[in-house]
């Protein structure tokens, strides 16, 4: 499902190039649910945002489902997006001016799906916000705005989801009860889940737990 050959990252910072990752190389399996974990600083983020596309590696491949990533163009790299994977950020992103509903519509309206409107109710049931549809972001707490995000996320019935720090910005229950909905959602809809987080409790809980360190894996275990 996904593999990562040998991967590094640099960037330039002032007068030297700094090494963000340095010589990944990881396989992640269809359906898996991974845990990133590691300090601030550690390269999480950036092999995140690595696998949806979002930045190129300075070296090394991706393989996403069968595609190349790194050799993709940048309307290649949005149509899989589009098509392929869902994203969950910590600061939720929800566009201020749209309802929740009209936040969840975005990805499918970009697609042109004819479901859409349905689809978006189905999604607010299964994230518990049937009667919060017509509310804006500003009108939600943060914990109904990262439903709406994680609802968001699923839209496009995504093969593979990812999350970077979903439970960071929430306090211990409402980041608990995030966590839950999202590891059904997954368990439901078989997506691969790769999930970056400080939380080494919430971590344990995935098949899989991977630790990073200055770039590089330290650590990756598979979790009874």
Known sequence: MITLRNVTKTVRSGTEDLTILSDVSLEIPEGQFVALTGASGS???????????????????INVDGDEITTMSEDGLAELRSEKIGFIFQSFH?????????????????????????????????????NRGHHYPSELSGGEQQRIAIARAFSNRPKILLADEPTG???SKNGQHIFDLMTELHRQNKVTLVLVTHDNALAARAQRQIVLKDGRVISDTTNV
Do not use: Q
Not at 44 to 61: E, F, I, N, R, V
Not at 108 to 122: N, S, W
């Open 169 to 171: 910005n929430l306090d």
């Open 94 to 130: 929800l566009i201020p001016s749209l309802t929740a509903k009209e936040n969840i519509l975005i990805p499918m309206e970009i697609r042109g799906d004819r479901d859409a409107g349905e689809r978006a109710e189905e999604l607010l049931r299964e994230v518990d916000l049937s």
């Open 43 to 61: 390269g999480k983020s950036t092999l995140l945002g690595l696998l949806a596309g979002l930045d190129s590696p300075s070296s090394g491949s």
